[in-house]
Nanobody, 116 residues
Framework: QLQLVESGGGTAQTGGSLRLSCVAS????????MAWFRQTPGKERELVAA????????HYADAAEGRFTISRDNVFKKLYLEMSNLEPEDTAIYYC?????????WGQGTQVTVSS
């Protein structure tokens, strides 16, 4: 099981940028495809971006395509999400986890608020 701690959220203006970080502890981080998810009140958690275990393949939700970039560092067990051209609709709590969500240990997430 992975233990995950997200950070880097905050408040940004429309069009601004933020960089989220996630540090993992536990075995085998480098073996898993990882992802960033987000959730707003009353809605289900949704996948924003995912990256293969190797770091060579990525894919994005339509809302994130062209604005967000996911990356990882398997040596330091870190996952990143660079967000640019932020929109108020990006306001949510952001979480990192295995792309298949098989890890039950969700972190506390990091709040991103985008003001118009």
């Amino acid at each position: 099981q992975l233990q995950l701690v997200e950070s880097g959220g905050g408040t940004a203006q429309t069009g601004g940028s933020l960089r989220l970080s996630c540090v993992a502890s536990g075995r085998d981080f480098k073996m898993y495809d990882m992802a960033w998810f987000r959730q707003t009140p009353g809605k289900e958690r949704e996948l924003v971006a995912a990256i293969a275990w190797s770091g060579y393949d990525t894919h994005y939700a339509d809302a994130a395509e062209g604005r967000f970039t996911i990356s990882r560092d398997n040596v330091f067990k870190k996952l990143y999400l660079e967000m640019s051209n932020l929109e108020p609709e990006d306001t949510a709590i952001y979480y990192c986890n295995r792309e298949d969500s098989a890890n039950d240990n969700w972190g506390q997430g990091t709040q991103v608020t985008v003001s118009s």
